[in-house]
């Protein structure tokens, strides 16, 4: 009987009435063309292009919202600028790292290494040891060297950034006919360098694009793009790709969350045994996506910011919101009832920011008259969804079940 259920799975998806080739609307796809983002193809291009004249190009650093197209730009000029290069006997080649995945400064200069050729053991090594190795080969090297450093903003808030440093100025501690380093860093916060060291902002800042995000009408020109290939003929209509359109523009012109919401219906369509995708089961994939995100957004934070989130549960049991005051007296009762040193209400207040940029928590600064400014924090996400996520860890359950605070 299980035989015949797999059976019928593996038939359905082997002759999909809905999908040609599921993969284009991956987000680490890279189209042959990008559309809406000639301008910045064009200025990333031209800080690159450099390296085909025999000159190092500047750091460069690109900002944007998550889902403007920072990544696959990035990627679709260095895939042209390698061949370019090739057809002209200059040697270029990039390294792509995407910080968050690879969260330790080790992880990082580890990839790095890997991508010059460079072995490096998964652990056994101190980060100096890395780095002094990497240097060594790079010395060894000719040609021009670009490293990615993708989503870099998640590195430096838990890790620091003296790695960035020593990245960007690895040049200093090569041989003047060795290898030429660039660092292009990417990050989805506009404020990012304000956290940076002053030196670090002078070595990496010295160009800079912003990925403004993507309207409804571009959305869906770029949803139909890959919608043409990815789909089986009639598979979708105008109002499904407008409908998705619509949803990933409300979230901030967000074109990697418009092509999950895009590929996700296709795949609730296909698990129905429907004909084609319709608008309903674009709202069930908006459901689960939305579901998805909250719970891997809470998993990777950090215990303090698991913490302020806790509280703000707790604040709001009762009431709508709640005042940054009160939000930092809860969090020091439940740090201290962990054990925990509590952080300062000023790293708490930026973590309710990162929070609120990340969709979990809402923070608005409200007028109190002659009492001065306030802000207000509540809960934007499914509180339901926060908890079960937050109850995973055994310390945080204990707390939650405080019926009052």
Known sequence: MAADVLD???ERVISSRIFRNRDILSPDYIPEKLPHREN????????????????RPNNLFIYGLTGTGKTAVTLYVLKRLVEKA????????????????RDTPYKVLADIASGVGLRVPFTGLSTAE????????LSRDTGFLIIVLDEVDWLVRRRGDDILYKLTRIGYELPRDAVKVSIVG????????????????????????VFPPYNAEQLRDILWDRAREAFQPGAVDDAVISYCAALAAREHGDARRALDLLRVAGEVA?????PRVTVEHVKKAWSQLERDRVREVVRTLPLHARLVLAAALLATRLQPATTTGELYTIYRRLARSMGLEAVTQRRVSDIVSELDMLGILNARVVSRGRYGKTRMISVAADPATLEEVLREDRRLAALLEAKAV
């Open 270 to 274: 296909e698990r129905e045994n429907a």
């Open 86 to 101: 090739r057809q002209l006997g200059v040697r270029v080649s990039y390294v792509y790292v995407n910080t968050r995945q």
């Open 130 to 137: 890395v780095y002094a190795r990497l240097v060594r080969a």
């Open 186 to 209: 990417i990050t989805n916060d506009v404020r990012f360098v304000e956290m940076l060291d002053a030196r670090v902002r002078s070595s990496l800042g010295e160009e800079e694009v």
């Open 8 to 10: 019928e799975v593996f």
């Open 40 to 55: 910045e193809i064009r200025r990333v291009g031209s800080v690159l292009a450099q390296v085909l004249r025999g000159s």
